[in-house]
């Protein structure tokens, strides 16, 4: 069974034992959180799809950790006007492990 959420703006294809790298979520290590922004259940030969979401299904998940990105290194150039800028950014996610895809 696979599911397609939303979380933190993006969507996410997922089955059950899935780990991936959301948007940070304010959840402890360890805790579970239902994700229940869901856009489209696939079950074998069956698909329904949400408009936009669908009533009652949910998908759970366990949160793994918390942690920051590599960094992505931004620069701002003027060639001739010795302009230089530097510029550097981590974001947060959090990382968690599909557990179970419930539909209604």
């Not at 959301?22 to 360890?30: F, N, R």
């Not at 920051?68 to 530097?86: A, N, P, T």
Request: glycine content about 8%; overall charge positive.
């Amino acid at each position: 069974m696979h599911a397609v959420i939303i979380s933190g703006g993006k969507q996410y294809r997922v089955t059950e034992g899935d780990t991936l790298k959301v948007e940070k979520l304010a959840a402890e290590v360890g805790s579970t959180i239902e994700l229940d922004h869901v856009l489209m259940l696939i079950d074998g030969e069956k698909i329904r799809v949400g408009r936009p979401l669908l009533n009652g299904c949910k998908v759970s998940a366990a949160v793994v950790s918390q942690g920051r990105h590599k960094k992505v290194r931004i620069v701002k150039f003027r060639r001739r006007k010795h302009h230089l800028k530097w510029q550097g950014h981590r974001q947060y996610y959090t990382e968690v492990k599909i557990t179970q895809i419930q539909a209604s």
